[in-house]
């Protein structure tokens, strides 16, 4: 039986590409560098916003990396700015979380976007009272897919790995769920192509928020 689920956020519960891609290319025009495309945005996001940078910086022929200090700085500024531009629940997604808290589950969010975007992108997009627990990229924690994290969260949350939920959309995703001891749902609507996420051999991969209720109701028989 699951007691709780923690949630990646961007290409799991909220549609964020939009504001990402805004965000870098502002930045990169800022700074002089050529744009990204919304596929090479897909590519680098899931490691934090540090990786993302560096991504769209090689991207765009800086393969020493000479302006990241400038870019990122940049980014930190723009995407504080806009870091809920165009940003929506995907389908399905509310209904699902109250549904979950109505069974009494623990909810919590634990992504690789900076701190404070995360939350603020959690208190506009949904209902801050949704969730038990909101944490992004900080200083001093180790990213996914270390488990570090996820782990404190479960603790937090009063329980075991094993009766945690941890539900993604990318092969950081994965490997954080496993690392965790945690089962782990892929979810097929984000930001990576369906064969990566078999890859990287979650317990699950679903195509509909409908389909992780239908797994949390298998656990309870």
């Known amino acids: ?22 965000s870098v290319n502002k930045t990169m025009k800022e700074v002089g560098m050529p744009q990204i495309t919304e596929d090479q945005c897909r590519r680098f996001v899931g490691n934090g916003a540090k990786v993302l940078i560096e991504e769209a910086l090689k991207a765009g022929g800086d393969e020493e990396l000479a302006r990241f200090e400038e870019a990122f700085e940049a980014y930190r500024r723009i995407f504080d700015a806009n870091c809920t531009y165009e940003v929506k629940p995907y389908s399905g997604i ?45 200083e001093g924690v180790p990213r996914k897919p270390d488990p570090t994290a996820a782990l404190t969260i479960a603790e937090q ?19 954080t769920g496993k690392a965790a ?12 192509p369906k064969e ?8 699950w991969v679903v195509d509909r928020a409908e389909e992780i209720m239908d797994i949390i109701r298998g656990a309870e028989q």
Request: aromatic letters at 8%.
């Open 94 to 138: 509310l209904a699902m979380l109250r549904q979950m808290k109505e069974r009494g589950m623990k909810l919590g969010v634990l992504s690789n976007k900076p701190d404070r975007q995360a939350v603020h992108v959690v208190a506009e997009v949904f209902s801050r009272e949704l969730f038990d627990a909101v944490q992004g990229q900080k």
């Open 1 to 22: 039986m699951y007691r709780a689920c923690i949630f990646d956020l961007d290409g799991t519960l909220a549609d964020t590409l939009d504001s990402l891609v805004f």
């Open 196 to 203: 990566v996420l078999r890859e990287a051999s979650p317990k």
């Open 181 to 192: 001891g945690m089962d782990t749902v892929l979810v097929s609507w984000g930001f990576r």
């Open 157 to 175: 949350f009063g329980v075991r790995p094993q009766e945690t939920l941890y539900i993604g959309d990318s092969e950081v995703d994965a490997a």
